[in-house]
């Protein structure tokens, strides 16, 4: 028997708890052909657009399925045959991107950045002016692994500078931190319906610029992730191109009108960040260190290191933890031994502490010491 008769909350960073509102979005059933869906995909993609300032020079392209399938959209769209791709590797979700170009056949370079701090815009600088055969730099912003925030602005500044493409995997800091088209040039951002938006898993988006899409017909190795044919589709027929998640793109439409009545990026990444802060200051407080410093602490998801202990189990933990009510996510690092917890999401700093006592009891259920 579980102890709490509810769904657990999601400390995860996708599928993430989400509203009432925007569960119930998705009671019915809409027709792809049908004039009302298709203004709800239009007004979603206007939205996603406007969110990053992005409406003079990009479009919102929705891609079907979770978001690498976008993020693979995007790199086999806009990266040529014959490109090359700088990629600033420190985490899980950057590996991801080295593995999309090998699998699709586009030369990569790899810049291995230690996985407990930032990208650096002078090395990826170095990198640019040392090869010439660059055309692109992919990075993510958020890398999600670890729950470190990249300087982007200031990568974006050095790529431009050099005349290069840049692609940005935005998967878990859209929504939740500010990004300016125009202040922050791209050739293309990547996200996706379930994670800063607090939408349902299903749809990827990318923010892609005009210029750089217009130039890329013919270019996919896929014909179901081809970015430029979806988009030509969906302006010629205000459809999607095959069967879209009609559910999901209902359930966007509302979470986005919520993202809008708490304030936008400024509020939503304000909640984010106190139930960061609260989480870093209650685990803390029963001896769990966070894994990154604070000044690189994205308020996305915060790794932490696991308790030193004979007793400590993964997955003895995490059993304790759900039958309190909350799923928490293992660590992704291979050297050192820890666990992630989300702040995205519906939650609030009330619920953190939930997560927290939760934690505190089935530590001690294990046997594990805390301080308090
Ligand atoms: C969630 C996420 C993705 C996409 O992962 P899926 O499992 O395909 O949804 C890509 N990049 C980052 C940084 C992410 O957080």
């Known amino acids: 028997m579980p102890l709490i ?17 925007t569960k119930q979005a998705m009671l019915h059933d809409r027709g792809s052909w049908d004039e009302a869906f298709n203004r709800i995909t239009a007004e979603v993609c206007r939205r996603l657009v406007d969110i990053v300032h992005a ?7 929705p891609m079907q399925g979770s978001g690498t399938f976008a993020v693979e959209a995007a790199l086999g769209t806009l990266v040529p045959r014959d490109g090359k791709v700088l990629v600033p590797n420190h985490g899980a979700y950057c590996a991801r991107i080295l593995r999309i170009l090998a699998t699709i056949g586009r ?27 660059l055309s692109h730099v992919a990075v993510v912003h958020c890398e999600t692994g670890t729950g470190i925030l990249n300087p982007l602005e200031d990568i974006a500044r050095v790529v431009a500078e050099r005349g ?11 929504a939740a931190v500010a990004i300016d088209a125009r202040t922050t040039p791209f050739d293309a ?45 969906l302006q010629r027929t205000t459809q999607w191109r095959f069967t879209p998640p009609t559910h999901v793109v209902a359930a966007l439409a509302e979470a986005l009108r919520q993202f809008d009545e708490e304030g936008g990026v400024a509020a939503r990444g304000a909640r984010y960040a106190a139930n960061g802060r609260r989480l870093v200051d209650g685990l803390g407080a029963l001896g769990l260190q966070p ?24 997955d003895t933990f995490y059993r304790g933890v759900r039958e309190r009510g909350y799923i928490l996510y293992p660590g992704k690092l291979t050297r050192v031994e820890t666990f992630r917890v989300g702040c995205i999401g519906a939650l609030a700093p ?23």
Request: proline share 9%; glycine share 8%; with cysteine.
């Open 5 to 21: 008769d509810r769904d657990p909350l999601l400390l995860t960073p996708g599928p993430l708890s989400t509203s009432l509102r």
């Open 55 to 61: 409406g003079e020079t990009h479009v919102a392209v």
């Open 107 to 133: 030369a990569a370079v790899e810049l291995t950045v230690p996985e407990d701090q930032p990208m650096s815009p002078a090395a990826i600088a170095a990198a640019l002016d040392a090869d010439p055969g």
């Open 164 to 174: 290069r493409a840049l692609i940005v995997d935005a998967m878990s800091s859209y």
């Open 189 to 233: 951002l990547v996200a996706a319906s379930g994670k800063g938006l607090e939408g349902v898993p299903g749809m990827g988006f990318v923010i892609a610029s005009r210029t750089a899409l217009e130039a890329s017909a013919g270019r996919c190795h896929s014909l179901a992730l081809d970015l430029h044919d979806q988009w030509r589709y």
């Open 291 to 314: 894994f990154l410093r604070p000044e690189v602490q994205s308020p996305v998801i915060v790794t932490f290191h696991a308790p030193r202990h004979p007793a400590w189990d993964f």
């Open 350 to 372: 009330a619920d953190v502490d939930g997560v927290v006592d939760a934690v505190a009891r089935t530590l001690r259920t294990m046997g594990i010491p805390t301080p308090r």
